[in-house]
Protein backbone atom coordinates (compact mmCIF):
# COMPACT_ATOMS: atom_id res chain seq x y z
CA UNK A 1 0.00 0.00 0.00
CA UNK A 2 1.26 3.37 -0.97
CA UNK A 3 2.06 6.55 1.58
CA UNK A 4 -0.20 8.25 -0.70
CA UNK A 5 -3.60 6.06 -0.35
CA UNK A 6 -6.20 8.09 0.75
CA UNK A 7 -4.32 11.19 1.42
CA UNK A 8 -5.72 14.42 0.06
CA UNK A 9 -3.05 16.63 -1.77
CA UNK A 10 -3.07 19.89 -3.52
CA UNK A 11 -1.05 20.88 -6.14
CA UNK A 12 -0.58 24.57 -7.25
CA UNK A 13 1.76 25.29 -10.11
CA UNK A 14 1.24 27.62 -12.58
CA UNK A 15 2.79 25.18 -15.34
CA UNK A 16 0.75 22.96 -16.82
CA UNK A 17 2.47 20.58 -17.17
CA UNK A 18 3.85 19.88 -13.92
CA UNK A 19 -0.14 19.78 -12.55
CA UNK A 20 -0.84 17.37 -14.91
CA UNK A 21 2.36 15.06 -14.08
CA UNK A 22 1.95 14.90 -10.40
CA UNK A 23 -1.49 15.00 -10.93
CA UNK A 24 -1.57 11.48 -12.17
CA UNK A 25 1.83 10.63 -10.29
CA UNK A 26 -0.53 11.03 -6.95
CA UNK A 27 -3.57 9.81 -7.89
CA UNK A 28 -2.13 6.67 -9.01
CA UNK A 29 -0.92 5.81 -5.96
CA UNK A 30 -4.18 6.63 -4.53
CA UNK A 31 -4.44 9.62 -3.26
CA UNK A 32 -7.32 12.54 -3.98
CA UNK A 33 -5.61 15.20 -6.07
CA UNK A 34 -6.94 18.81 -6.19
CA UNK A 35 -5.24 20.99 -8.76
CA UNK A 36 -4.90 25.16 -8.56
CA UNK A 37 -3.51 26.94 -11.69
CA UNK A 38 -2.78 29.77 -9.11
CA UNK A 39 -2.78 30.70 -5.34
CA UNK A 40 -5.58 32.99 -5.65
CA UNK A 41 -7.80 29.02 -6.57
CA UNK A 42 -5.60 27.65 -4.12
CA UNK A 43 -6.97 29.52 -1.16
CA UNK A 44 -10.14 29.45 -2.60
CA UNK A 45 -9.81 25.21 -2.62
CA UNK A 46 -8.10 25.29 0.76
CA UNK A 47 -11.43 27.02 1.99
CA UNK A 48 -13.23 24.41 0.85
CA UNK A 49 -11.91 20.77 2.22
CA UNK A 50 -8.86 19.96 4.31
CA UNK A 51 -5.83 18.79 2.86
CA UNK A 52 -3.02 16.34 4.35
CA UNK A 53 -0.19 17.76 1.80
CA UNK A 54 -0.03 20.70 -0.24
CA UNK A 55 2.79 21.38 -2.83
CA UNK A 56 2.77 24.29 -4.28
CA UNK A 57 5.20 26.58 -6.54
CA UNK A 58 6.98 29.96 -4.98
CA UNK A 59 6.85 31.98 -8.08
CA UNK A 60 3.24 32.49 -9.50
CA UNK A 61 0.72 34.93 -10.55
CA UNK A 62 -1.32 36.83 -7.81
CA UNK A 63 0.03 34.84 -4.94
CA UNK A 64 3.00 33.51 -4.12
CA UNK A 65 3.94 29.67 -2.39
CA UNK A 66 4.65 31.51 1.13
CA UNK A 67 0.86 32.94 0.88
CA UNK A 68 -0.15 29.50 -0.20
CA UNK A 69 1.29 28.18 2.90
CA UNK A 70 -0.22 31.13 5.11
CA UNK A 71 -3.37 30.61 3.94
CA UNK A 72 -3.15 26.08 4.33
CA UNK A 73 -2.03 26.70 8.21
CA UNK A 74 -4.67 28.87 8.80
CA UNK A 75 -7.47 26.20 6.94
CA UNK A 76 -5.87 23.04 8.57
CA UNK A 77 -3.10 23.43 10.90
CA UNK A 78 -1.75 20.13 10.84
CA UNK A 79 -1.09 20.45 7.10
CA UNK A 80 2.19 19.82 5.56
CA UNK A 81 3.35 22.53 2.73
CA UNK A 82 6.25 21.74 0.07
CA UNK A 83 7.41 24.72 -1.48
CA UNK A 84 8.68 23.42 -5.42
CA UNK A 85 10.86 26.71 -6.67
CA UNK A 86 13.69 27.16 -9.30
CA UNK A 87 14.31 30.50 -7.50
CA UNK A 88 15.24 29.26 -3.77
CA UNK A 89 18.04 32.30 -2.67
CA UNK A 90 13.71 34.15 -3.23
CA UNK A 91 12.24 31.88 -0.49
CA UNK A 92 12.32 33.54 3.27
CA UNK A 93 13.32 30.50 5.54
CA UNK A 94 11.55 32.54 8.59
CA UNK A 95 8.53 32.54 6.63
CA UNK A 96 8.77 29.18 6.02
CA UNK A 97 8.85 28.43 9.47
CA UNK A 98 6.35 30.40 10.33
CA UNK A 99 3.73 28.69 7.96
CA UNK A 100 4.73 24.90 8.33
CA UNK A 101 6.47 24.80 5.35
CA UNK A 102 7.81 21.06 6.04
CA UNK A 103 10.32 21.67 2.80
CA UNK A 104 11.72 23.38 -0.17
CA UNK A 105 12.59 21.33 -3.17
CA UNK A 106 14.24 22.64 -5.73
CA UNK A 107 13.91 22.29 -9.30
CA UNK A 108 13.87 21.23 -11.52
CA UNK A 109 13.82 17.78 -9.37
CA UNK A 110 13.86 14.07 -10.45
CA UNK A 111 10.92 12.40 -9.95
CA UNK A 112 11.75 9.36 -7.31
CA UNK A 113 13.80 12.21 -5.53
CA UNK A 114 10.84 14.27 -5.07
CA UNK A 115 8.25 11.31 -4.19
CA UNK A 116 10.36 9.78 -1.80
CA UNK A 117 11.27 13.25 -0.16
CA UNK A 118 7.08 13.86 -0.07
CA UNK A 119 6.45 10.40 1.31
CA UNK A 120 8.62 10.93 3.92
CA UNK A 121 6.45 13.61 5.09
CA UNK A 122 3.12 11.30 5.71
Known amino acids: MS ?4 KKILIVDDED ?3 QFLNEEFSEQGA ?3 VAADGV ?3 VLLKSM ?4 VITDYRMPNANGIEVA ?4 KTSPAVKVVICTGFSDEVNKEEMAA ?6 IQKPFSVDEFLAQISQLL
Not at 3 to 6: D, E, M, T, Y
Not at 70 to 73: D, I, T, V
Request: aromatic share 12%; charged share 15%; glycine share 4%.
Open 50 to 53: PFDL
Open 99 to 104: YNVATL
Open 32 to 34: TVS
Open 17 to 19: MIC
Open 70 to 73: KAAS
Open 3 to 6: KFQG
Open 41 to 43: DAM
